[in-house]
């Protein structure tokens, strides 16, 4: 089946983002100007691949070069910038059958790594889908190597008291019986996403884990995205910053990228289970279709996580290149 895949030419710059919006892959990172972002801040190349059939789009692909110490490497998304997810998107292929839907992907998928092999020859790659990204068998049979995650959606698409009885007892007991006037959880501006980030940044050197994501980086993303939005939701004590969460938006769900880490400041309120529902309420509200909780592979969170009865979603991280590539991959924060 032929596919030809390109660089996006400036025509196809144009219409980039309403194909993300089209696709049933596409998130916020996707995005031209999402891209552009992480980019700048990642000090990687952007490579936006784009793929046809006659004169109907196929499949989006950002790939990021990076070089270090004169060694190409190729990502997507860009490691250190703890970007959920990115990858390959597909369109126009869910009105195939079956056997046309899996050669097109495949199709797309082949001369987009054929690209990269002859236009940058990596010695090592690794991409994250997105959990919509079901089938990763096109990018294995092109070197990679596959390994399944996890992460939980909480379905909005119910009314507020059936989702809350969803909820385990303590987290309905969190949200029912804290008095609303102990507290104020807003979506504000930058500053707010500046104190979600200190927070954030405090809990991980206290752990002793690196932590490179930068509040110009999380700024620009708020300022410049358009198709999605960062919101950062802040919960206060009497005027007083507690806790916060930064929720990427995207189409119909809303995810909960950065924040909801453990508050030090001695509060007795279920913080997070409070900033959470906040969440949900407000995708209720706007009429979103789910809250991604980012994530579902670390057994102490998600303890806290599948209290709000969520449902399970796999994804996939794919890495190439030899064992030596791999070893020195694996130095990198953020990478696996």
């Not at 008095?179 to 405090?202: K, S």
């Not at 991980?204 to 410049?224: A, P």
Request: aromatic share 12%; hydrophobic share 35%.
């Amino acid at each position: 089946m032929s596919v030809e895949v390109r660089l996006a030419t400036d025509d196809d710059r144009e219409r980039w983002n309403r194909y993300v919006e089209r696709s049933p892959q596409g998130r916020l990172w996707h995005e031209l100007e999402a891209l552009a972002v992480q980019a700048d801040y990642a000090g990687a190349t952007l490579h936006p691949l784009i793929g046809f059939k006659g004169q109907e789009p196929v499949g989006l692909f950002p790939v990021f070069e990076v070089d270090k110490r004169f060694v190409t490497t190729v990502f997507s998304p860009p490691p250190h910038l703890r970007v959920p997810y990115l990858g390959p998107v597909f369109l126009n292929v869910e009105k195939l059958k079956q056997r046309k839907r899996e050669r097109r992907r495949l199709a797309f998928v082949d001369d987009c790594m054929e690209w990269v092999r002859s236009e940058l020859n990596p010695k090592y790659g690794h991409v994250r889908t997105t959990a919509g990204f079901a089938d990763a068998r096109p990018l294995e049979w092109n070197e990679y190597d596959a390994s399944p995650e996890y992460t939980y959606v909480v379905d909005l698409t119910r009314d507020r008291e059936e989702l809350l009885l969803s909820f385990s007892s303590d987290a309905r007991s969190n949200v029912r019986n804290t008095d609303e006037d102990a507290f104020e959880v807003t979506v504000g501006g930058p500053e707010d996403i500046e104190l979600i980030m200190a927070q954030v940044r405090n809990r991980y050197e206290s752990q002793g884990i690196d932590f490179r994501v930068t509040d110009e980086f999380v700024l620009d993303l708020h300022e410049r995205v358009t198709g999605g939005a960062i919101r950062p939701y802040t919960l206060r004590v009497d005027g007083e910053f507690v806790g916060g969460i930064l929720a990427a938006e995207y189409g119909d769900t809303t995810g909960r990228w950065l924040g909801g880490v453990r508050s030090d400041t001695g509060v007795d309120l279920p913080t997070n289970d409070l900033l959470d529902w906040a969440i949900m309420e407000d995708g209720l509200e706007r009429g979103l279709a789910g809250y991604d909780l980012v994530g579902a592979d670390n057994r102490r969170i998600n303890r806290y996580k599948a209290k709000f009865n969520p449902e399970l979603r796999t994804y996939y991280s794919l890495e190439y290149g030899s064992w030596g590539m791999r070893q020195a991959a694996s130095l990198y924060d953020s990478v696996k």
